[in-house]
């Protein structure tokens, strides 16, 4: 049971433009969300995260929205820049800081 | 400031070898310590996460085992590797904030 999915496995933007990657979620009691940014053969660098009593958050050029009703959330990035091709990463969790479960993440390329 | 190791970087196991990968952690103590394995082309799936010493959760059924001998130390086993063992390892660390903070991992290739 996939409770993070990513449904985009891949995602290519212009150097300078915004960059939105979607996460959507089945467990309703997840009550907070983190971003996660990886580069081959390193492990997943913290982004960015948001509080299910929240519905945006924002830090630099990287903003997440999520919609509770909807059980989605997104990252925005603006400008993209060529640095941020990467793997990203959505990430959930609830109470108690135990598990955390990821999606399968996107890969975002971020082209001249 | 706090640190977490991984070792080795690259590993190269026959089927039906053991496997034993550590993880230790400075800088922090009590933390919750989680293996993570990344197959290739897929998520990060959680294996097993442990909130003390001696204390093992396991998500998925499978070949491998971890124990958390000490505070800061995390480790992952197997008596007899499969080729579907193969995949890239993660260890991470958390304390009292949301995030938790990962190694560089392992590279584990079974032949």
């Known amino acids: 049971d996939q409770q993070v999915k990513q449904n985009s496995p891949s995602l290519s933007v212009q150097e300078g433009r915004i960059s939105i990657l979607n996460c959507d979620y089945t467990?309703?009691?997840?009550?907070?969300f983190l971003w996660y940014k990886k580069y081959p053969a390193e492990g997943p660098t913290f982004l960015i995260s948001?509080?299910?009593?929240?519905d945006k958050n924002e830090d630099g050029r990287f903003t997440v929205f999520l919609n509770k009703s909807a059980k989605h959330l997104s990252l925005h990035i603006v400008p993209s820049q060529p640095g941020d091709s990467a793997v990203y990463f959505c990430a959930a969790g609830t109470g108690g800081y135990n598990k955390l479960i990821f999606g399968a993440g996107t890969r975002l390329a971020v082209h001249p | 400031s706090q640190t977490i190791h991984q070792w080795p970087a690259t590993l190269v196991q026959p089927v039906g070898s053991p496997l034993s990968l550590e993880c230790t952690v400075e800088?922090?103590?009590?933390?919750?310590l989680y293996w993570y394995r990344q197959a290739a082309g897929r998520g990060l799936q959680l294996l097993f996460y442990?909130?003390?010493?001696?204390?093992i959760s396991s998500e998925v059924p499978q070949n491998l085992s971890a124990s958390r001998p000490q505070d800061r130390q995390f480790i992952l086993s197997s008596k007899k590797l499969l080729l579907s063992d193969s995949g890239f390892y993660l260890c991470?660390?958390?304390?009292?904030?949301?995030?938790?903070?990962f190694g560089q991992g392992t590279r584990l290739t079974v032949v």
């Open positions: 991470a660390w958390r304390e009292v904030t949301v995030e938790a903070f």
């Open positions: 442990s909130v003390g010493i001696g204390q």
């Open positions: 467990n309703s009691m997840f009550d907070y």
């Open positions: 948001i509080s299910s009593i929240k």
């Open positions: 800088g922090t103590s009590n933390p919750n």
